[in-house]
DNA sequence: TGCTTTAGCCTGTATATACAACCTGTCTTG
DNA sequence: CAAGACAGGTTGTATATACAGGCTAAAGCA
């Protein structure tokens, strides 16, 4: 168990501090020398922290001012971070999965690096074939970081969805996606009951709370029974009417 | 007029070697202690340097072996509504197009419904080939309304897209998008100089000025070289480290 | 009062130095 | 020949120091 670097830890304490509230957005974050002395580092490691906090958007920092937490008015974005079960719901659908994989395993070097965990460290592997009226629709390969989640393995994920179980025992702060077309493998194929040359759609997500990776999911979906959709509206301007697009 | 910090003209200097063909995928580059010795700069500049271009996704950094030109999967925001040319210009890499079909049609049924225009109206078809460092990114077929833009015929797409144009002649409102994987046409497969078998990412894409469509495209890109990304922050928290994901 | 100067704090950058951890190829040894 | 030890290069982090430039508020002056 390697003791993150103190650059990180400052991060996390600054962003801890700001998603419980003790400090809002506009309020003066201790500047680089406040750290110096508080923190015990040197200034060059506040500096550090702080800048990447302000790359990160966390923070503002104005020369000669100070440091400030940022305004939190984040665009409306496209492909919002949904529950398979409740897109199938809010078609009027039956959801249903089944679980196919969920073990302790290891973190290979690639999952690691994404996970920013020890190459190693203790990952729980989930694979789960959803179903929308028991027609698969998306198999979800999943791998989520062991110590944000212990109790993972004694979940019962056809009740609850990983995502949804996730997102209820710490809040979710962040999804980054990918979507690309992909060739299936023999067992995807398998899974999705995909035809031959069937391409799929392969969203890979990986989720954050507190400022740390705690999931990285593969979803497949079949590309001939499935499509994402979504809106954008630039800011300042006002909606009109999206209905059925073509 | 103010010189750019060191370090960012050090990653200029790369990027530029990048783009120019000097250095390429998987290429290794100067180390830092190369660059303390070639651009006469300290070790923690080049470190900047190699740090950033690392977290911007340019080059890929292993401790104790080397930094290395990163492999170049185009990745493009799936939420923005972007211009093809600005995202491969970001990337440092030079944009060109071909415009294959340039012409008034009139609105099939489909087409008529999408647009809200009435069967038979007049369109204009664009169809072009976008590429990036002369390698096929992007199909786009595209439909305009020709009430809209009753010069579409004259513009020299080459020069600038028609997301560009279009977006300068009246305030882009909207879009609405669809993504999906499908297996291209012959036609498609032809143009974006695809492999047997392999997969297409569809963005299909409905952009709305007024309260009223005024563009319907479908952009195909090769599912092996090209991918979406996107991100996600529900209201209340703000953004973290988006860095490259496996 | 009203304007100017100045001191002081803050960030931005740059350097020199140091040590840890990691990887690879080579050399040694059994 | 094979396994292990080792050296050298590379990145990752941390510190101390220095100077430039931006901003603010207090001090000084008219």
Chains 1, 2 share one sequence.
């Not at 962040?174 to 979507?179: D, I, L, M, N």
């Amino acid at each position: 168990m390697s003791a993150l670097p103190r650059y990180q830890q400052l991060k996390q304490q600054i962003i801890g501090q700001i998603s419980r509230g003790e400090l809002k957005p506009r309020d003066r974050v201790p500047s680089e020398n406040d750290l110096v002395g508080s923190a015990g580092v040197s200034r060059m490691t506040a500096n550090r922290a702080l800048r990447e906090l302000n790359d990160e958007g966390y923070v503002e920092r104005v020369a000669g001012v100070g440091t400030f937490v940022a305004d939190l008015q984040s665009a409306s974005h496209v492909l919002e971070v949904r529950n398979i079960a409740d897109e199938i719901a809010l078609r009027g659908h039956r959801h249903s999965a089944t679980v196919i994989t969920q073990q302790n395993e290891r973190a290979a070097d690639e999952m690691a690096k994404s996970l920013r965990i020890d190459r190693g460290a203790p990952v729980f592997h989930l694979l789960l074939v959803h179903r929308e009226n028991d027609v698969p629709i998306q198999l979800e390969d999943r791998f989520v970081v062991a110590s944000f989640a212990p109790d993972c393995l004694k979940q019962d994920f056809c009740r609850q969805t990983p995502s949804a179980w996730l997102s209820a025992i710490a809040p979710l702060q962040e999804a980054e996606h990918k979507v690309r077309a992909a060739m299936p493998s023999k067992e995807t194929q398998k899974h999705l009951q995909l035809g031959d040359h069937e391409p799929c759609l392969v969203v890979i997500r990986r989720t954050w709370s507190d400022g740390r990776p705690v999931s990285f999911a593969r979803l497949y979906h079949p590309g001939s029974r499935f499509e994402l959709t979504g809106h954008y509206t630039p800011p300042g301007i006002r909606k009109s009417t999206p209905d059925q697009a073509p």
